[in-house]
């Protein structure tokens, strides 16, 4: 039962002009950042998760609510206008956006998806809404041996997320780990890993690392391709009525739209996958059930809709793991993770009884923001493609000087600057090296989560093993995390052996011709 008192509370403390306000600015904010190729939905939640400090606990998650929804959909700007995704969820968007803008149909591709996007996003938020107090009730039945596990789970996750070389993500899991582990040990409070140097007992903190591997690292690499920072990008000239399509093509996408968003909210909840994952996989779903899959990629709605309908949904189903086992469904929930324990709230099971009216504010947020979304990128389209004209060597030195202060702002150190360029240059190693960036954040965070519930489940079990093996939900864990992992490494032998194949089949053909 949904406590009356705090679902007041989550009301009135959303609907006041300056959390309203709020909610405006980050989701036009965050349509920007997805607008523009080389920014994102992760880089303006980094950015600007350093005010969220200062202002009152609802307001802040609303602004992170609001920069999480828009640079979602703003991607799908560049996407049809450029053919480049401005974030990464937007890359199947390009596969009939593209072609659709080529052929003069622009404006009716941008309608569809902005349309698409909201119906997406609040369907989500739907599946966030009800699944998730039920998920909370089963984590209730969750002891530290339990919670070791699902953090076993979660690093295991890592394998899916290296693509085909796993060593390397391995490797970036570990150091990942290994940084969260700088400081006090959480139960003990003993002194490690600090060199003599007063300033890491604190640890790393999770803003600065987000801001310098996302943020300072691809700055960098634009650096390097200076020559191209003053180009201009040539876009297709669009005419926008309405949405772009009437009640009977509406109606007709309906199951388009229901089994996409089912599999945009499935792939959020397994976390660590994401919105671009959710997206190519509702695509070939899409084209498999349809009676003309010959026409994908040619320049049709349908293709349109099932990416934005399903990476949207994403939003809602990758905050599902978030609030009730604290594990985030991808990198952006990863980053809204840290402005949760900014103010003090604990992801788990009991964040329901104990910050209800906040996950509310929450559930209220995402809702005003998308019906934002919807209005506000309908109505500014022509202002936001403008913005594709600004030239990078101006926009990237405004962007560093907003990543220094954010880091400065989290502690008020100097230090935290410094460490921003420090792992701005180790995401630069990270990119030459070819090592995902990605599994060093989980380990990062999931890495005291592990840390933490396994000295807890030796201590009760008197430092005897088996405790591990006696919970029914640990060994369920357990048993996930070896098979989930044995798939991994057969999925990636099978494209080996395929890759092989097909290397061989061209030497062959090149030796007949």
Known sequence: MVPANMVAEAFANTFTPMCLFLIWFGTIIGIIFGSIPGLSATMAVVLFLPLTFGMETTQGLALLCGLYMGGISGGLISAILLKIPGTPSSISTVFDGGPMAEKGEAGRALGVGILFSFLGSVLGIFALMFVSPLLAKVCLLFSAADYFAVAVFALSIIASLSGKDMLNGLIAGLIGIALSMVGMAPIDAVVRFTFGNYQ?????????????????????????????????MEKKKYKLKGYGLSMKKFMEQIPNTIISSIIGIGIGILPGIGGSTSGLLAYTAARNRSKYPEKFGTGIIDGVIASETANNATIGGSMIPLLCMGIPGNTVSAIFLGGLQVHAISPGPLIFNKSGQYVYGIYLALIISSIFMLIFERAGLPIFVKLLDIPKHILLPCIVVMCCVGGYSSNSRVFDVQCILFFGLLGLLFKVLKIPSTPLIIGFIVGSMFEENLRQALQAGHGSWTVFLSRPIAMAFLIITVVSCAMTVRKNMQDKKAAEAAGKEFDTSEEDG
């Not at 996302?214 to 960098?220: E, P, V």
């Not at 650096?223 to 201009?232: N, Q, S, T, V, Y």
């Open 200 to 232: 890491l007992m604190s640890g790393f903190d999770i803003t600065v690392l987000l801001i310098g591997v996302f943020a300072i690292t691809d700055i960098i690499l634009s650096g390097f391709g200076r020559e191209h920072l003053a180009d201009k």
